[in-house]
C-alpha cells in the first residue's frame, strides 16, 4: 500500500489540529485511513476493506465494527447522550441515533428533498419507528405540510 499524506486539517470544531494518511492498494482503491494527534499519535484508524474503526481514546483500544456504533461511541463520550440529536440525513446521522438510548427528547429530522404535495414515506416511517421521539421538519415544499 502506498501512504499519502494530506497534511494538517482542522476538526469540526474547529478547535483541534489532527492530520491524516490515507493508504491506497495496489489498484488505486482506498484501502486504510489513520488519523494522528498534533504529536504525531495515532488516534484513529479506519479500514475500509473490513469496515472497522479502531480508536485509542483515553489510553484505552475500541474497536467498532461499523460508523454508526462509532458515532454513537462519540456521541455518549462527549456527553450529548442526554440531549436531542438534529439530522438531515437518513444514513450514519440517523442510525447512530437509533443506536442511542431512549432520553425523553426528541430527535428531529429535517428533511432537504423537494417535497410536492404529500409527506414523503420515508417522513412518515421515520415518525413511526423512533424510540427517542420523532420529529420532521420538511423544507422547500410547494405546499405547507404539516401532520407530522
Excluded at 37 to 55: A, K, S
Aim: aromatic residues 16%.
Amino acid at each position: 500500500m502506498m501512504p499519502v499524506r494530506s497534511g494538517f486539517q482542522s476538526i469540526i470544531t474547529g478547535m483541534a489540529q489532527f492530520s491524516v494518511t490515507q493508504f491506497f492498494n495496489k489498484k488505486g482503491q482506498k484501502a486504510l485511513r489513520k488519523f494522528f494527534d498534533v504529536v504525531g499519535r495515532e488516534i484513529i484508524m479506519e479500514n475500509f476493506v473490513t469496515g472497522d474503526i479502531l480508536v485509542r481514546w483515553e489510553d484505552k483500544d475500541w474497536i467498532f465494527r461499523n460508523k454508526t456504533d462509532f458515532i454513537a461511541f462519540f456521541i455518549r463520550c462527549a456527553g450529548l447522550e442526554d440531549t436531542a440529536v438534529y439530522f438531515n440525513s437518513l444514513s450514519y446521522p440517523f442510525f447512530a441515533s437509533q443506536a442511542l438510548s431512549p432520553n425523553g427528547f426528541r430527535d428531529a429530522l429535517f428533511w432537504h428533498e423537494p417535497v410536492d404535495g404529500e409527506i414523503p414515506a420515508i417522513c412518515r416511517s421515520y415518525c413511526m419507528i423512533r424510540e427517542r421521539g420523532q420529529s420532521a421538519y420538511l423544507y422547500r415544499t410547494r405546499t405547507l405540510m404539516t401532520g407530522l
